[in-house]
């Protein structure tokens, strides 16, 4: 009888501690106003410093181009942030979406000068409870592939029928893009770039729990499953990329590095073997989280011009020359 009363007592106690540790991580993870943006990146592990002084001069003369607020209002109700660079009225426009914690202006300053450099238009949208976006539970591509179909259609109506769309996405955003490949989507979309892109939450969060908190994943994970179901809407694999991608039927590139500690390059992998639609892989070696860019900007720029050399029309160009 002893024996039961103790087993008894030491399954309540590991009950009350895996509901405890359930909250706990649930709190820090899928709510706005616990996400931190600086633990994210100590967990990511980029050395961000090295690369600060092209970031800094890339920022100010992105900021240097004229540019307004945009907003949205998501089929939930909240209202979204963007930020529209119009690029001279250019026919070739870029959505981007950033990484978890961030904002649009953060991720894509690197960037910024290829694509604006090569003609682009360029939208930096804030995600759902992110930047000056509103909400509290955070999407992790599951729900923000919805809001960028919302931006999708706003480029159009900004732009005109016959502009040509790149969705380019890094880290939680490139999940959004890839899960967004699963919607049907407008003619105008040619392509899109997955950047250090992860399957579903579950998995890129029991990666985490796995190898930086030495944890099990079971049964934390499908607790916080069922209350993100009940709260957000959306189980954490409800959604997955490496399915939805399955469904995609424009061109697809897709970018990691082998150094990815957070989002592991082997997620890469799983996308590409289920992509149903032209793909190309580029790994960039050493290159740590969403790092890719900046440890190999040439094979980085050579693989998006080729992307958009096969998908994208240069319209303006093809005008001046008739």
């Not at 007592?9 to 993870?29: K, P, Q, S, V």
């Not at 706003?154 to 890839?178: K, N, P, Q």
């Not at 061109?251 to 793909?279: Q, R």
């Not at 960039?284 to 998908?311: F, P, W």
Request: aromatic share 10%.
């Amino acid at each position: 009888m002893k024996f039961w009363k103790a087993a008894a007592l030491l399954a309540g106690t590991l009950t009350a501690a895996e509901a405890g540790g359930t909250a706990y991580f649930y709190r820090r993870t899928m709510i706005r106003n616990n996400a931190d943006m600086k633990r994210t990146m100590k967990m990511a592990g980029t050395d961000w410093n090295q690369y600060m002084d092209i970031i800094q001069d890339r920022k100010e003369k992105l900021l240097a181009n004229p540019y307004q607020d945009l907003y949205q209002i998501s089929d939930d109700g909240l209202k979204l942030h963007a930020t529209w660079f119009p690029n001279q009225d250019a026919k070739k426009v870029v959505i981007c979406f950033h990484g978890y914690t961030s904002q649009g202006m953060n991720d894509f300053v690197g960037l910024s000068d290829y694509y604006l450099r090569n003609g682009f238009a360029m939208l930096l949208a804030d995600a759902r409870a992110h930047g000056m976006s509103e909400g509290e539970q955070i999407g992790f591509g599951c729900l923000d592939r919805y809001d960028a179909m919302g931006w999708i259609k706003r480029v159009i109506e900004i732009c005109g029928e016959d502009v040509e769309i790149l969705l380019h996405g890094i880290s939680m955003g490139a999940a959004t893009v890839l899960m967004t490949a699963g919607l049907e989507l407008p003619v105008q979309v040619k392509a899109l770039v997955s950047d250090c892109g992860f399957t579903s939450p579950k998995y890129v969060f029991t990666h985490v729990l796995h190898t930086m908190y030495h944890l099990p994943a079971f049964p934390m994970i499908q607790i916080a499953s069922r209350v993100n179901q009940k709260r957000a809407g959306y189980g954490l694999d409800d959604c997955n990329a490496a399915r939805e991608i399955r469904k995609a039927k424009i061109p697809v590139l897709l970018i990691h590095g082998d150094a990815d500690t957070f989002v592991p390059c082997s997620m890469c992998e799983e996308i590409y073997e289920n992509c149903a639609s032209d793909k190309r892989k580029l790994i960039v070696k050493g290159a740590a989280h969403a790092e890719s860019y900046y440890k190999d900007m040439q094979a980085y720029e050579n693989a998006l011009t080729e992307l958009i050399e096969r998908c994208v029309t240069d319209t303006k160009s093809k005008e001046n020359e008739s």
